[in-house]
Each structure stands twice: as C-alpha cells, then as structure tokens.
C-alpha cells in the first residue's frame, strides 16, 4: 500500500452469508467506517453496502489501509457477531483491494458501486439505494462527514449543480445499459 492511494476495498461474507442483516448493522457499520476514516485521516470516495459485501473507494494520505481495515472489520465482526448471537468468521478472508489509477477508474467505480444495487435487484434506481454514497454525491441528501464529494465531481464541472446533474446522466448512462 502507498501513501497518498485510492483503493477499492471490497470485502464478502464468509461461504456468501449476510454481513447485513438490517438497518442496525449498516448503521454500525457506516458509524464504525467513519471512526476508523477520522482516526486514519482517510478520504471516503464513494461506498456501497450491499446484503453480504460492501464497497468503498478510501484514499489513504499514509500507507495504513491494512492496519484500519483490520480495525473496520474485526470491530464489525465482534459487533455482528455479539449482536445476532454467532461466533466465528463473518468476511470470507482479508479484504481485497485495487488501486486506482486514474480519475477516470475513479468515474467509472462510482458508476458501478451505484448500480449495483440495481443489478443485483435490490432497488429499481441507484437514487433509491439509501446504504451507498450516490444519494449524497448527486445532492438528493447530506454527505457523511467521511464522505468526500469533490474528487468525483470535479471530474466534471467546477459548478456544483452541473457536476452533479453529469454524473448522474453518467451513471444512468450505465442504468440504460444494465436493463439493454
């Protein structure tokens, strides 16, 4: 890991379980993944959580993505665990990381990490997914303090409204392609 990376972070539930089980763990989890995003210094891209994996695209200003995922997870895991009455393995292995290489990765993770929700038939639009950043980055709600807007929007427009009306014709671009 370097200094200063973007990473897509993905992590899966052990055998394909539910990491998620309802409103109460995604709530855990975004108030956990914003503890460890202030205790690192991290920058929050963009995120998505699904019903057994989640997303999330964390730039790291030093080399500690291992050392706050380690964190993220095995808190979330003791919480889970502790709270639906398990023990054992909640994610399938470490989790699993790419960097990204260019604002145009950046773009293109954003448009997939919204509609994956839809594809996977969890919501008819990526505006009605309340569990990613999408609703924040295009305005239809607050951001998350952990959630930087700014890096992806600007790949856009300067202006705040058109940047957010181009990526979402950006990513329904994609939702066109998803139901073709």
């Not at 055998?15 to 855990?28: H, M, N, P, S, V």
């Not at 594809?119 to 924040?136: D, E, F, H, N, V």
């Amino acid at each position: 890991m370097i200094p200063g990376g973007i990473y897509h972070v993905t992590a899966r539930g052990n055998r394909g379980q539910l990491i998620f089980r309802g409103e109460t763990d995604r709530l855990l989890f975004m108030w956990l993944l914003e503890q460890i995003t202030m205790r690192f210094g991290w920058w929050i891209h963009a995120y998505c959580l699904m019903d057994n994996h989640f997303h999330v695209v964390i730039e790291t200003p030093n080399a500690d993505l291992s050392a706050g995922m380690e964190r993220l997870n095995g808190r979330y895991a003791q919480a889970f665990n502790d709270s639906h009455g398990l023990d054992g393995h909640l994610f399938q292995r470490r989790f699993h990381a790419v960097l990204v290489e260019s604002d145009g990765h950046l773009l293109e993770l954003s448009r997939y990490l919204a509609l994956n929700p839809v594809k996977a038939g969890l919501c008819p639009t990526p505006a009605s997914w309340r569990w990613g950043s999408y609703r924040a980055v295009i305005g239809l709600e607050p951001a998350r303090r952990f959630l930087s807007v700014d890096r992806a929007l600007g790949c856009f427009n300067r202006d705040l409204g058109a940047a957010r009306a181009a990526l979402r014709r950006f990513v329904e671009d994609g939702l066109h392609a998803v139901s073709a």
